[in-house]
C-alpha cells in the first residue's frame, strides 16, 4: 500500500521519480525536475522524501565562495565544469527571482589577497576561469575593494553571493508543491527494493512507490552506507556562529561597510576564518574541517578566542548561536553525482555545494526528463572509476530502468 499524505490536495499511487532527502541537494534537484518537465511540456510526478529541511546554516551563507580555485584543480574537464559553474550562478539567481523568494540575495564576487598589489595579478588570473566576466571584474574597481579592520588577510568586494539558506530551501519547497510535487518531511527513509515492477520504498510512515530507481540525497546520514557507493568522501563537521541582526552602526564599526559582504581568511592557515553579513544585518562567521564531532568543544573555544580578537565585543554584545553540521566532502569538493545499479547518489559539500549542487541537480533533470545525461557524465567523471555500480544481487535489481 503506498504512503498517503493526509495533509496533500493530491497523491500519486506510484511516482515516477522518489528524492530521500532534503537539503540543498535533494530539494534542487526535485524543483530542477518539475522546472524542466514543465517547460518542456511533460508530466513527471515527483516525491521528496525527508524528516526535515537541512539547511547548511541558519542564516546568510556562501554562494560562490571558493570558486575562484576552481581551476587550479585537476577535476576532468575542468573547464567546461567552470562554464557550466557560471552559468547556474546566474540561474539559480533567476530561478530566485521568478519563483519570489525572499532570501536575501546578494550577488557580487569576492578576491582574497594579503596585499593591495596582489589584487590586480589576481583579477588578471580570474579571467581566464571562465566564471568572472571582466566587465563585472573592472566596474568601479577602486570602490569594490573593502578591508575589514583587525582581519589584515582579507581584501574583498561588498558582496559574493550571501543567501538565506532555509528561506531559500522553504522557497523552493513551496515552489515544488505549487508544480504538483509531493513534498513528505517527518518521513525516514529506512531502505528501498523492486517488487513487481515498482521500486518500494520503505519508509517510517509506509512505502512509497516509484517507477524508477530513489535518488539518494542525503549527505552524510546515507551516501557513504549504501551498497557499492566507493566515492573517495570524508564527514566533516564545521561550525558557524551565528548573529543578529547586526546594528547598522555595528555593521559599520566591525565591518567598514553597512552593505551585505562575505569574507574570507585568505592566508591558507588552518584556523581560516569565513564569514558574512547579509542585507538585512544577519551575520555568520565559521570555521574548521573536523573529522570528529569530539572535538567540537576545543573548535568552539577557538572561534570565540579569533572571533574577539577580529571584532572586540560582538559576540558579548550579540551573544551567537553556535552550531556544529556534518557535511559530506569530497577531494574535490565538488558534488557527489553517480548512477548506481538499484539507485542513484548526489550530495555534496554546504560551501561550493550551493552552486554545485544546483548544477548537479539542472543536469540531473535533463537525465530524467529529457533522457539527455551528457552533462551528468561530467559530473561522473570528476570521480574516475568511482561509480562501478553495485552487484544487481545486492539491492534485487536486475536492470536500470530507464529514465521517464
Not at 568586494?157 to 539558506?165: D, E, K, L, R, S
Not at 555595528?250 to 592557515?269: G, P, Q, V
Not at 573536523?290 to 580578537?309: F, K, M, T, Y
Request: glycine share 8%; hydrophobic share 40%; aromatic share 8%.
Amino acid at each position: 500500500m503506498a504512503l498517503r499524505d493526509l495533509s496533500a490536495a493530491a497523491f500519486e499511487n506510484v511516482y515516477d521519480r522518489v528524492i530521500i532527502g532534503a537539503g540543498l541537494s535533494g530539494i534542487f534537484t526535485a524543483y530542477e525536475i518539475l522546472r524542466t518537465a514543465r517547460e518542456a511540456n511533460k508530466s513527471v510526478s515527483v516525491a521528496l522524501v525527508a524528516e526535515k529541511i537541512n539547511a547548511p546554516t541558519p542564516a546568510g551563507s556562501h554562494i560562490v565562495y571558493g570558486l575562484d580555485g576552481m581551476f587550479e584543480t585537476k577535476v576532468p574537464n575542468h573547464k567546461k565544469i567552470n562554464e557550466m559553474m557560471r552559468e547556474s550562478i546566474h540561474a539559480l539567481e533567476d530561478t530566485i527571482l521568478a519563483e519570489s523568494i525572499d532570501c536575501s540575495l546578494s550577488m557580487v564576487y569576492e578576491y582574497k589577497a594579503q596585499k593591495m598589489s596582489e589584487v590586480s595579478a589576481m583579477f588578471q588570473s580570474l579571467m581566464g576561469t571562465n566564471i568572472y566576466d571582466p566587465r563585472e571584474v573592472t566596474a568601479n574597481y577602486a570602490q569594490q575593494i573593502l578591508r575589514l579592520p583587525r582581519h589584515p588577510h582579507s581584501l574583498i568586494t561588498n558582496a559574493i553571493g550571501q543567501v538565506n539558506m532555509p528561506a531559500l530551501l522553504n522557497g523552493l519547497v513551496e515552489s515544488i508543491r505549487n508544480m504538483g510535487g509531493h513534498v513528505m518531511l517527518e518521513t525516514a527513509y529506512e531502505n528501498h527494493a523492486r517488487n513487481n515492477g515498482t521500486v518500494q520504498i520503505n519508509t517510517d510512515k509506509g512505502v512509497i512507490e516509484s517507477r524508477n530507481a530513489p535518488l539518494i540525497a542525503t549527505g552524510p546520514t546515507h551516501l557513504q552506507t549504501m551498497p557499492g557507493f566507493t566515492v573517495k568522501t570524508d564527514v566533516i563537521f564545521t561550525m558557524a556562529m551565528v548573529f543578529g541582526p547586526i546594528k547598522p552602526e555595528d555593521r559599520k564599526k566591525y565591518f567598514n561597510t553597512e552593505k551585505a559582504i562575505a569574507f574570507c581568511d585568505s592566508n591558507l592557515s588552518g584556523d581560516v576564518l569565513w564569514g558574512g553579513i547579509d542585507d538585512k544585518g544577519r551575520l555568520t562567521l565559521g570555521r574548521g574541517d573536523l573529522e570528529s564531532p569530539n572535538g567540537a568543544a576545543a573548535l568552539e573555544a577557538d572561534i570565540r578566542r579569533q572571533v574577539e580578537d577580529y571584532f572586540p565585543g560582538l559576540a558579548a554584545k550579540y551573544k551567537p548561536e553556535v552550531i556544529l553540521k556534518p557535511m559530506l566532502c569530497t577531494a574535490n569538493q565538488m558534488p557527489v553525482v553517480g548512477r548506481m545499479q538499484g539507485y542513484d547518489v548526489m550530495g555534496g559539500w554546504g560551501g561550493r555545494g550551493i552552486v554545485g549542487g544546483y548544477m548537479a541537480a539542472r543536469a540531473y533533470a535533463q537525465m530524467v526528463v529529457n533522457k539527455d545525461d551528457k552533462v551528468l557524465q561530467l559530473f561522473e567523471a570528476m570521480q574516475p572509476g568511482a561509480f562501478k555500480g553495485a552487484p544487481s544481487r545486492m539491492l534485487g535489481f536486475e536492470n536500470r530502468q530507464p529514465a521517464v
